[in-house]
């Protein structure tokens, strides 16, 4: 149940600065990492964003402060004979700070990155999900596609556990 009021929107370049600090929230607090580059990390996402267009951030905001993130990365796709133009998306990096997890924050960000892909009319999205959060991707609607395969081409891939 949402009991705060929680604003969703496409972020923009402006938002960069508080993509980056959620994303190394997410580093420090979920992975254990150590660094202390965060403000040449700030810049390089900043930077990421402007070159990489064709993901589109979405923030979740609650009193003017980003709580969440969710990306889609629109992916163009090879033609066929009677559809040139083919585009698909990925759901990436969809992050809500602890604190605020558990009151559907994490679903309007989903609700917002899904009619994007609806008004860009994209073909299929996916979204490779860490264990832990297949469940909310479940309540939201995704399922398992027994077409979706992928193929164990790294070391990473064939030892990960989720």
Same mark, same amino acid.
């Given at each position: 149940?949402?009991?705060?009021?929680?604003?969703?929107?496409? @972020?923009?370049?402006?938002?960069?600065?508080? %993509?980056?600090?959620?994303? !190394?929230?997410?580093?420090?607090?979920?992975?254990?990492?150590?660094?202390?580059?965060?403000?040449?990390?700030?810049?390089? %996402?900043?930077? !990421?964003?402007?070159?990489?267009?064709?993901?589109?951030?979405?923030? @979740?905001?609650?009193?003017?402060?980003?709580?969440?993130? @969710?990306? %889609?990365?629109?992916?163009?796709?090879?033609?066929?004979?009677?559809?040139?133009?083919?585009?698909?998306?990925?759901?990436?990096?969809?992050?809500?700070?602890?604190?605020?997890?558990?009151?559907?924050?994490? @679903?309007?960000?989903?609700?917002?990155? %899904?009619?994007?892909?609806?008004?860009?009319?994209?073909?299929?999205?996916?979204?490779?999900?860490?264990?832990?959060?297949?469940?909310?991707?479940?309540?939201?609607?995704?399922?398992?596609?027994?077409? !979706?395969?992928?193929?164990?081409?790294?070391?990473?891939?064939? !030892?990960?556990?989720?």
């Amino acid at each position: 149940m949402i009991d705060i009021e929680v604003t969703v929107r496409r @972020a923009s370049d402006a938002d960069a600065p508080a %993509l980056a600090g959620l994303r !190394w929230r997410r580093a420090i607090q979920e992975r254990g990492y150590q660094g202390d580059n965060l403000d040449e990390f700030v810049a390089t %996402l900043g930077d !990421w964003m402007r070159d990489h267009p064709e993901h589109r951030a979405f923030v @979740a905001e609650v009193a003017g402060e980003v709580i969440g993130m @969710a990306w %889609l990365a629109v992916l163009d796709r090879v033609p066929t004979a009677n559809k040139y133009a083919r585009r698909g998306g990925d759901v990436q990096s969809v992050f809500v700070v602890p604190e605020l997890r558990d009151r559907r924050v994490g @679903a309007l960000l989903m609700s917002a990155v %899904l009619e994007e892909a609806r008004r860009l009319e994209l073909e299929h999205v996916t979204v490779h999900s860490s264990t832990r959060a297949v469940p909310f991707y479940e309540r939201n609607g995704w399922g398992h596609d027994p077409e !979706w395969l992928r193929p164990c081409v790294s070391w990473a891939c064939c !030892w990960s556990t989720g």
